[in-house]
Nanobody, 124 residues
Framework: QVQLVESGGGLVSAGGSLRLSCAAS????????VGWFRQAPGKEREFVAA????????FYADSMKGRFTISRDNGKNTVYLQMNSLEPEDTAVYFC?????????????????WGQGTQVTVSS
């Protein structure tokens, strides 16, 4: 079992950057695939990015490619989401989630463990 806590959200102007962190409890963190998802008001939760157990494989939603970078430090039990060139449309609550298998890494329904989320607001 793993528990996840997100941090790093906040208010930023369009064009700015933020780095989100997802800190995990448990000694088996390196056994989990971790994904980032987001949910804007009135919209469904959507996939943002995911990373494999050791970090060698990463996946991104098309609209995030080139702007967002996911990485992990298993020694610190933490996954990061570096977000650059932020746009007002990126405003949402960002969640990290964990699962043990790589297949379905972009599918939120495949994830069994979720954090509480962190708010990101991008002003125009």
């Amino acid at each position: 079992q793993v528990q996840l806590v997100e941090s790093g959200g906040g208010l930023v102007s369009a064009g700015g950057s933020l780095r989100l962190s997802c800190a995990a409890s448990g000694r088996t963190f390196r056994s989990y695939v971790v994904g980032w998802f987001r949910q804007a008001p009135g919209k469904e939760r959507e996939f943002v990015a995911a990373i494999s157990w050791g970090g060698s494989s990463t996946f991104y939603a098309d609209s995030m490619k080139g702007r967002f970078t996911i990485s992990r430090d298993n020694g610190k039990n933490t996954v990061y989401l570096q977000m650059n060139s932020l746009e007002p449309e990126d405003t949402a609550v960002y969640f990290c989630a964990a699962k043990t298998t790589l297949s379905g890494a972009t599918n939120l329904y495949d994830y069994g463990y979720w954090g509480q989320g962190t708010q990101v607001t991008v002003s125009s």
